[in-house]
């Protein structure tokens, strides 16, 4: 379009919005001051909008000037004004503007803006009444009035407001909405309901109008009515999930576990929540009971495992399915969930403890390594990792490796249990390096944070009994883990080696002998020292 063409155009609004009171029926034709003044409001609209504030306000003064009815003008004015927070003079040239134009809409909505804005909500209101007068179809000015109404505490003027509404439209949602939201920020509840009454009969099939309803119901001594629309809305959409975890709820604080269960079920089924939603749930409902109750707990571990098939590669699931069935002793169920935990990028300090746990029943020395290394790449300080790794390697014989992870995890340890596994598998790495005074050394030292530590006790008195000294210290250390454990075998081995090293022969038989009926049983280096205490004794 040109530049003419353009002029036109605006000239034609410009007379249909600044016509003054005594509106003609029909547009006059422009003349050549219409036409220099739809000019000089192109050019105050293009000042304004690359920010030259200043320069329009002049134009639009200029405007009024030449034609002091321009309501159009007026309103640009206000406009302007009241973005530059002058109030007084927005409020007074939109008055102008009404004044000039009263039956124009756009105008009261700007007004009731500006006085909204400044908290005069009784002027905002007069506006939207006026403006509903002039457009009595559209429903925002209804909410808008309602709006100011309720925000002035004025409950009942927002309720005339929307029954006017709802007597143009009829019985609506959108009304009745209006009403039972206005009546329950107000606590008005049993009118709030009504409200809700009348849509639910007016919508049987609308699950979230049952839905109010039934929560009313049932917050209010109504329970068999309440279960009854939860019913209801589950016939009609089975797949509801505040319905399906309200009824849970109800289930569970009523004590029918059975039927609370089945809700469960159905949650856990449901494609429309994803696992972390409804692990969440259910933990909320069961609470510490999950931890108390072996019954509850397995029920839990049957909804987590049937959540596995829905979600296989959620590794979360994995690790709570892990802490379950660790709980419940089954370890090796343990340790492949676990192994899948971590396959699914959980990266957890508790699920690599409980992972290395698992590997003890479960996996090799290698696969322990590889774990620990991971988990020391993520948690570099916590000593644990160094302590299982050190004594794997150790098992591998790949001793000079595993003093130096274990020398590491020193600088980490924090508690006694720390120090004493540290010591005890520093002191077996140096003794099969045949480092015996260093071996030693860490068995003190192991003592010193623990001096009744049975395995410590035990292993220091047979590498004493080993190297064939300090024999009365083995023999002292030794029969205090006997003691304390008479049916431990290896305890008993230990004792009784020593025993046979100080010559006393006999009572190294009668310890042993009491472990003769699992003869079976015993490793090769207990046999061959029976033997030796046999012939030692002539038998």
């Known amino acids: ?72 003008a007026y309103y640009q004015l206000s406009a302007i004004d009241y973005e530059q927070r002058n109030i007084a003079s927005a409020i007074e040239y939109c008055q102008k503007a009404i004044e000039l134009s009263p039956k124009n809409h ?68 959108y009304c009745s909405m209006l009403k039972y939201n206005i009546y329950k920020s107000k606590n008005q509840h049993e009118k709030a309901i009504k409200e809700i009454e009348i849509l639910s009969k007016e919508y049987p099939s609308n699950v979230s109008y049952l839905s109010i309803l039934a929560q009313y119901y049932l917050n209010n001594g109504k329970e068999n009515k309440g279960l009854d629309l939860m019913k209801k809305v589950e016939e009609i959409d089975p797949n509801n999930v505040e319905n399906i975890v309200a009824l849970m709820e109800i289930y569970y604080k009523k004590g029918d576990i059975s039927s609370a269960e089945t809700y469960i079920d159905k949650l856990c089924k449901n494609p429309k929540m994803g696992f972390e939603e409804k692990n969440q749930l259910i933990l909320t409902l069961y609470q510490e009971k999950v931890d108390e109750d072996l019954e509850i707990l397995r029920n839990y571990i049957k909804h987590l495992e049937y ?128 480092n015996k005074e260093k071996s030693f050394e860490y068995f003190e030292k192991a003592l010193a944070k623990d001096s009744t530590n049975l395995m410590v006790l035990n292993n220091y008195a047979y590498y004493l009994c080993l190297e064939n000294t300090e024999l009365d210290k083995a023999e002292k250390m030794s029969k205090k883990t006997y003691e304390a454990q008479p049916k431990n075998l290896t305890f008993a081995d230990t004792y009784s080696w020593i025993l046979f090293a100080k010559k006393d022969f006999q009572n190294a038989k009668i310890i042993l002998d009491n472990f003769v009926s699992e003869q079976e049983t015993w490793s090769e280096t207990v046999k061959e020292h029976y033997q030796k205490i046999l012939e030692a004794l002539n038998q």
């Open 1 to 72: 379009m040109n530049r003419s063409g353009i002029i036109l155009t605006l000239l034609i609004i410009i007379l249909c919005l600044s016509s003054c009171k005594n509106q003609q029926k029909s547009i006059r034709q422009p003349n050549d001051n219409d036409i220099k003044i739809a000019q000089i409001v192109i050019d105050a609209a293009i000042e304004r909008e690359i920010g030259n504030i200043k320069k329009a306000h002049s134009l639009y003064e200029q405007i009024i000037k030449q034609q002091p009815n321009n309501s159009l």
């Open 106 to 173: 756009w105008y009261r909505a700007q007004l009731a803006e500006i006085y909204l804005q400044t908290k005069q909500y009784d002027k905002a209101a007069e506006q939207y009444k006026e403006i509903i007068n002039l457009q009595p179809n559209v429903t925002e000015y209804y909410s808008e009035l309602i709006g100011i109404y309720v925000n002035a505490d004025k409950t009942n003027k927002a309720i005339e407001v929307a029954n006017l509404l709802e007597k143009r439209q009829g019985v609506n949602e």
């Open 307 to 434: 959540m596995a098939k829905m979600y296989p590669e959620e590794g979360r699931l994995w690790q709570f399915l892990s802490i379950g069935y660790m709980r419940t002793f089954r370890m090796e169920e343990a340790y492949q969930a676990c192994k899948k935990a971590v396959e699914y990028g959980v990266k957890d300090l508790g699920l690599y403890k409980n992972y290395i746990i698992t590997q003890q029943f479960n996996a090799g020395d290698e696969e322990r390594i590889k774990t620990c290394d991971d988990a020391i790449k993520l948690y570099p300080k916590e000593c644990i990792f160094y302590i299982v790794k050190g004594y794997s390697l150790v098992n591998l014989k790949e001793y000079e490796k595993s003093i130096e992870t274990l020398e590491k995890g020193l600088k980490y340890a924090k508690s006694d249990s720390d120090y004493i596994d540290i010591y005890s598998n520093l002191a077996e790495a140096y003794y099969r390096i045949e």
